[in-house]
């Protein structure tokens, strides 16, 4: 049995590595483009080119690797280790598992990515100790895990978790996938507040924003930020309806799993000071009491490293 992990953060632009050891400290790292123009022969050998590089700036041997986690956008199924379908990677039932192992020879172990995320801050990060807490990232999209009894909690066919769909505004506008309408990515993700900022700006009797001066389509959520905290009024108040549709999510999944903990992590949270305070009276107004009261709400520790962390997490749990 090897004494080491790797941990690979699959995304539709860039592949993370990370050798790791017992205790998810990230030994070496390395990064290489995705290139899903390869198509999936492409990306196995683009995977194994980073993993390869990782191992040796480790200065470890590859027999020294026990197993090997991969955190995927979803859906996938963990079972068949195959990722379904997903926006980032253009395939369809991509068996990720089995093309990985013939050519590594080491078990490999596949997880929805913000599912790995949540377990990397369950065992390394801010909810060390915690076995009821869920993990919500806040970036152009909105995903989340729930772990319970200290493991990610899957649901009958690895579909669960997907924080980020939950309806808080029924009518409301769509996400990204487009096909139900005002779930939490569509009124409170990066994407949301942009969308929300564009959209005043195209209005004939919108004078604008204080301090912006060009085109909507020049306008990024950084921006956005910017004004809020300058003082523009409108700005602020898409930070506002952030936090009190953030807070009836976050009050739903309270009432349903009656969590110790929820850990904030994303790029979003860098404006929190923008929503918090309003997120936290909207979880008061919509969550039952008593079981708020059970209910810390904290922000990531490990920050950008949330996701080759996690996929270390998940080789290094199979291997406790
Ligand atoms: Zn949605």
Redesign the pocket.
Known sequence: MGKYYAGIDLGGTKILTGIGDTQGNILARSRVRTEVEKGEEGIIQNIIKSLNRSVEKAAIDFADLSCIGVGSPGPLSISRGVISETSNLPFKEFPLVELLEAEVNKPVLLENDANSAALAEKMFGAGQGVEEMIYITISTGIGGGIISKGEIFHGCCDGAGEI??MIVNPGGP????N??RG?L??MASGTAILREARNLLQQEDFSGFTGFTGEPKDLTGYQVAKLARQGDEKAQEIYEEVGYYLGIGVANLINLFNPELIVFGGGVMKAKELFWDVMRHSIADHAIPAVKNDCQLEESKLGEDVGLVGALAVAINRGK
């Open positions: 980020g769909h769509t996400c990204g996938f096909q139900h779930c990515e569509a």
